[in-house]
């Protein structure tokens, strides 16, 4: 299965083939995949504290090289990481016999799955995915028919304003270099209240929205109330 864009797939090959090209990067600490690690504890502590991994299954749409799905996996969850990237399965899967840390990868579209495996995960996570794909209602309507009723879902995206272009791409991508040039495109941002409203028309109540700002002192990120630029949402699936 190659990493090119098919009529049935919503994806853009050019993404694609960007986070091919980098692939084998995923796991370095100092690359274009640094801003993941350091943000991951957040992510990690953010989706814990609502959903108490433990013992529960989880998907982790767009999971890339597994930096998620494995602290989540350490956390007792059963994970299944979902991407069509093959280049970067192929670095989680490799990763994860280094680590000892079991995840079940599948390169599959996620709209796909959903069709075949509905009401089959207690928790979906969905971080830094929407951004770079054609369609993210149709990944949004996928998520919602992958989890249980009561089941949690999280997504993380960024917003769409003035602060949102200056921050994510002028200043991380161009002044400060915390991400490659090209990493995103402005036009694809997501207002919360556009991705609340996609979530909601399937079944997804909103239960809490964190914004995650960077501290250009101590180079390092933390959670905050202000969504303007970089956002988490947690949501849960109605029960009916």
Partial sequence: MNESLTPSRNADDAELAKFADMAHKWWDKDSEFKPLHEINPLRLGFIDGHAALSGKTVLDVGCGGGILSEAMAQCGATVTGLDLAEKSLKVAKLHGLESGVQVDYHCLPVEELAANQPAS???????????????????????????????????????RNPKAYLHAVVGAEYVLGLLARGTHEYSKFIKP????????NNGLDMVELKGMGYDLIA????????????YLLACRKRLA
């Avoid at 180079?219 to 970089?230: M, R």
Wanted: glycine share 4%; aromatic share 10%; charged share 20%.
């Fill in 121 to 159: 995960f207690d928790v979906v996570t969905c971080m830094e995915m929407l951004e770079h794909v054609p369609e993210p209602s149709s990944v949004v309507a996928a998520v919602a028919q992958l989890v249980k009723p009561g089941g949690w879902v999280f997504f993380s995206t960024i917003n």
């Fill in 219 to 230: 180079k390092s990120y933390y959670l905050n109330d202000d969504a303007t630029v970089n």
């Fill in 193 to 200: 209240s556009e991705l609340a409203r996609m979530a909601r």
